[in-house]
C-alpha cells in the first residue's frame, strides 16, 4: 500500500495554497497555509475571518494569524469560503 | 545499537511557516488576539508560550465594535485564545 498517505501528509501538501477551515462553531477562516504542527495549530496569511448567522455571513480580514487548532473541524484545500 | 542515529544536521531553527516560527516572530509586535466568545484585545505582545499564553501591554479589549475597557498589562490565558493576528508586518 504505497499509495496511501497519512491524513497530516495532505495537510502538509497545501502548505503555500489557499485553504477553507471549518471551525467547530459558525466560524470560518480562508486564507493561504504557511504551517501547521501536530496539533493542527495553524499559521495563516491574507486570512479572511467569517461569522456564519442567520442573519447572514460578516467578514473579517486579517494579517498573518496564528489559529488555535482546539476548535477546528474541517479544513477544505483550495476552498473559496462561505460565499464561494 | 537498537536507537536510531541522532541527526546532528538538523536545525535547530521552527521551520519557517509554522506556529513556533510564528511564535518566535510576533514578540514584541502588535496583535489582535482573538477569544473563544469573539472579545478581541489589541495591544503590544510582550511575551507568550506554546499553550499560547500571553502576555499584552497597553490593552484595549474591544467588544461587538466598541472599545469597552482598556488596561496596561494584560495575560490571556492560552486555552481562550481563537487566534494571534498580526496588526503589522512580520
Known sequence: MASTILPLELVDRCIGSPIWVL?????EFT???MGFDDYVNMVLKDVTEYEVTPEGITETGLG???????NIAMLIPGGKGPRA | M????SQ????QQ????SPSDFLKNIVGKKVKVR?????????LLTCLDGYMNVALEDTEEWANGRLTAKYG?????GNNVLYISALEDL
Open chain 2, 2 to 5: 537498537d536507537s536510531p542515529a
Open chain 1, 23 to 27: 471551525m467547530k462553531n459558525e466560524r
Open chain 2, 35 to 43: 477569544i473563544g466568545s469573539g472579545i478581541d484585545y489589541h495591544g
Open chain 1, 31 to 33: 486564507g493561504t497555509l
Open chain 2, 8 to 11: 546532528p544536521d538538523e536545525p
Open chain 2, 14 to 17: 521552527p521551520v519557517a511557516g
Open chain 1, 64 to 70: 498573518q494569524t496564528l489559529l488555535n487548532g482546539n
Open chain 2, 73 to 77: 498589562d494584560t495575560f490571556l490565558r
